[in-house]
């Protein structure tokens, strides 16, 4: 029954509807009667925030999701994703180094200063599960949690240090209220990333199939991996510079696409970026709804059900263990 | 024609693989049999350039294989590893169409489709085609995997123990099919087999190994013979023609006997502890 719903067209429309829905929710009211003769003020709310949220939330929900499934797909392990494997907390320890370090340098700097350091992170990750061989694949997890927790703790200390805590606790948790128009365009250049991504669905599946089967159908296994890794570091970088952090987000989206269409990238891709984007819409109007006329940020909302859902897997894999 | 000059591999101070140079002829079925741990697999990967040697040549028609660049060779040698435990939600036939990514990198043409249905009728898999492989028995998914071998449709097929796993009807599919690979598609078939009388019975040649090693290396008539095999595997092994085939005996008559020995000496050795 539900299987029949995880279908490409019936996500577009939904996706549409919610996004629809979300350029008329706000304090200011706005209402689909007032788009023939809108106002000054309107208008500007319009277009000055109202879209540029709209379409961020679009942009960050699908392909930090996208992300979440090249990384599952590449390492071949369900619970790897940009937050446990601790890429986003190197994402945000990059920006607060580089607004320490270089704070008049162009934004752009700042973004390839925290992608590479995000990159270095994800390798650092990879290169301990491959060392370490876990008895149980939950293990995985949690030791990117617990080096993500440090690199955390590490980009805490700095900013009291430097009483920057002010601009890290904006990157501390995702909040689409601060999205304006001229703040958020940085995100599109994601979506080059995100295409290239999509490109690469067959080679990311075969990759996962692992090395010596990639090598017998002459795929170079290890230009693969890499060009999976830097997609995911660069944006998780652009995501959480504009957004913040989206806990859990590429973790749970491809593991319920999994379920009902299967590991093959080919289909599930494109449905992984549209649901992700839906999933983000839907938390960040219930934000704006819940404590109306008061937001409840999207990164609160999404760290509430993301690690609901997060811990429901963790215990239907122990179940299945047992 | 694949010439391995000298081949050898090894692991910390272990020769697994000790100075190998043997011709695998084109157009034959060959065989590598030897006990566990004789290196079979070691040398498989080697040959298939999917391990590197430490040092020794790998000639394909002439040409050093590491030279070659890896997606010409896809599409001339293609080999299946022992073990393929992957828990994927891949269905059957598309595992199988990853066989076609050397020629089409993944967009299928209609050429692509025909001999990725071929494969699968060629292995009685078309019952199975929409299902997800963690879905599928052992065995199945051996077949699926042997089927997307097939399909990469290259002049070399290495199997490593594709036998694996196997009831006794689909081995025996499963040799006729590569006799008729051979046959019609003048393929040329490497396997890694444990059942002597199935190398006996569907090889050209043998290739007979034992700690890192080659024995013998030669038609099967030189080497299915009672002093080789009894040297190789180290107990007693009588030969005998059955239907114009050589049948390995090697089911020892006081075999009862000795495994009331065994248990009797375990349960001393126990009593003991
Ligand atoms: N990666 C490895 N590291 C260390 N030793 C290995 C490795 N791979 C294989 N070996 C050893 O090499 C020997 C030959 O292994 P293998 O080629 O798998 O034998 P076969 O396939 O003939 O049973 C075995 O003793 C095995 O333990
Ligand atoms: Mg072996």
Redesign the pocket.
């Given at each position: 029954m539900i299987h029949k719903l995880f279908r490409l067209d019936i996500m577009i429309i939904l996706l549409i509807v919610l996004s629809i829905i979300s350029m008329f929710v706000g304090v200011v009211e706005v209402s689909p009667r007032d788009l023939l003769n809108l106002s000054e003020n309107q208008k500007n709310i319009i277009i000055e925030s109202r879209f540029p949220r709209t379409v961020a939330i679009i942009i960050a929900g699908a392909s930090l999701s996208v992300c979440g499934l090249i990384m599952q797909q590449l390492t071949r392990n369900k619970f790897v994703s940009p937050t446990t494997a601790g890429t986003m907390d190197w994402a945000r320890l990059g920006i607060l180094l580089a607004l320490m370090f270089f704070p008049t340098a162009n934004l752009l700097v700042k973004l390839l200063f925290a992608s590479a350091l995000s990159l270095a992170g994800t390798l650092l990750f990879m290169q301990i599960i491959q060392r370490v061989q876990f008895k149980d694949v939950v293990f995985v997890p949690l030791i990117g949690l617990m080096l993500g927790n440090v690199v955390s703790s590490v980009a805490t200390f700095l900013s009291l240090r430097t009483n920057s805590v002010q601009s890290l606790s904006s990157w501390m948790q995702g909040d689409f209220s601060i999205i304006i128009s001229g703040r958020y365009e940085v995100l599109y250049i994601s979506i080059p990333f995100l295409i290239i991504g999509l490109l690469y669905a067959n080679q990311f599946t075969i990759a996962g199939m692992g090395e010596d089967f990639s090598k017998n159908l002459g795929l170079n296994y290890k230009r693969v991996i890499n060009i999976g890794l830097l997609i995911t570091a660069v944006i998780t970088a652009l995501v959480v510079v504009t957004v913040g952090m989206l806990p859990f987000l590429g973790l749970i989206i491809p593991n319920i696409i999994s379920i009902f269409r299967g590991d093959h990238l080919k289909n599930t891709i494109l449905l992984t970026a549209v649901l992700g984007a839906i999933f983000v819409m839907l938390c960040d109007i219930l934000g704006r709804l819940i404590i109306f006329p008061y937001e409840i940020s999207i990164g609160l909302m999404i760290g509430v059900v993301g690690s609901f859902i997060f811990l429901i897997m963790i215990f239907r894999r122990v179940k299945s263990n047992a | 024609m694949i010439d391995l000059k000298s081949i050898s591999?090894i692991?910390?101070q272990?020769k697994?693989?000790n100075d190998v140079s043997v011709s695998i002829a084109k157009g034959k079925v060959t065989s590598?049999i030897?006990?566990?741990?004789?290196?079979?697999?070691?040398?498989?990967?080697m040959v298939t350039r999917l391990l590197d040697q430490d040092s020794g040549d790998v000639l394909l028609e002439g040409e050093n294989i590491l030279q070659a660049p890896s997606d010409k060779l896809a599409k001339k040698i293609a080999i299946l590893k022992?073990s393929n435990n992957l828990d994927l939600k891949i269905t059957v036939r598309e595992l199988i169409s990853f066989g076609r990514f050397p020629y089409s990198r993944g967009r299928l043409t209609q050429k692509d489709h025909e001999i990725i249905d071929e494969a699968i009728s060629y292995m009685e898999l078309e019952q199975f085609e929409e299902r997800y492989i963690d879905e599928l028995s052992g065995g199945q998914r051996q077949r699926v995997y042997i089927a997307m071998t097939i399909a990469q449709d290259t002049e070399y097929i290495f199997l490593?123990?594709p036998l694996n796993n196997l009831d006794m009807k689909h081995s025996v599919q499963i040799m006729q099919i590569l006799r008729r690979l051979v046959r019609e598609r003048n393929k040329t078939i490497i396997i890694?087999i444990h059942d002597i009388n199935f190398a006996s019975c569907y090889s050209d040649n043998i290739v007979a190994?034992k700690d890192?090693e080659v024995v013998i290396s030669g038609s099967k008539d030189d080497v299915i013979r009672k002093e080789i095999l009894e040297d190789i595997y180290e107990m007693d092994i009588n030969i005998e023609c059955i239907y114009g085939q050589q049948i390995c005996v090697y089911f020892d008559e006081h075999q009862d006997a000795s495994v009331d020995d065994f248990i009797e000496d375990q349960a001393q050795v126990q009593i003991r502890a």
């Open positions: - | 591999k692991y910390g272990k697994v693989v590598f030897g006990p566990n741990g004789a290196g079979k697999s070691t040398l498989l990967s022992q490593d123990e890694v190994m890192g």
